[in-house]
Nanobody
Framework: EVQLQASGGGFVQAGGSLRLSCAAS????????IAWFRQAPGKEREAVSW????????DYADSVKGRFFLSTDNAKKTVYLQMNSLRPEDTAIYYC????????????????????WGQGTLVTVSS
């Protein structure tokens, strides 16, 4: 069974940084799509960044480009999200999600294509 464990959230002032981690277990395939999503109170869940091992592509939501950076450690089966220049509007619960399916690039930002989800980690950015 695939399990995802997200961690690293916390409270930070605007302009600060945090690094989130997502450790995967029970994952035995070489090709996968993994993503970070976030959900703020009263808002829909949105994709923040995603990585596919199929072509090594990493992409970001426009709202975080240049501030957030996704990286992977295959040996540790861990995905990181380095978040810099944080803003109050980045406040949300952050989730990692993964699928073993091959997903077209246009669909990788859709929550519905992911089969496994972590429990979420809360990020709070004060102004």
């Amino acid at each position: 069974e695939v399990q995802l464990q997200a961690s690293g959230g916390g409270f930070v002032q605007a302009g600060g940084s945090l690094r989130l981690s997502c450790a995967a277990s029970g994952f035995g395939v070489d090709e996968y799509l993994i993503a970070w999503f976030r959900q703020a109170p009263g808002k829909e869940r949105e994709a923040v960044s995603w990585f596919t091992s199929e072509d090594g592509d990493i992409d970001y939501a426009d709202s975080v480009k240049g501030r957030f950076f996704l990286s992977t450690d295959n040996a540790k089966k861990t995905v990181y999200l380095q978040m810099n220049s944080l803003r109050p509007e980045d406040t949300a619960i952050y989730y990692c999600a993964v699928t073993e399916r091959v997903v077209h690039a246009d669909a990788r930002r859709l929550a519905g294509v992911y089969d496994y989800w972590g429990q979420g980690t809360l990020v709070t950015v004060s102004s």
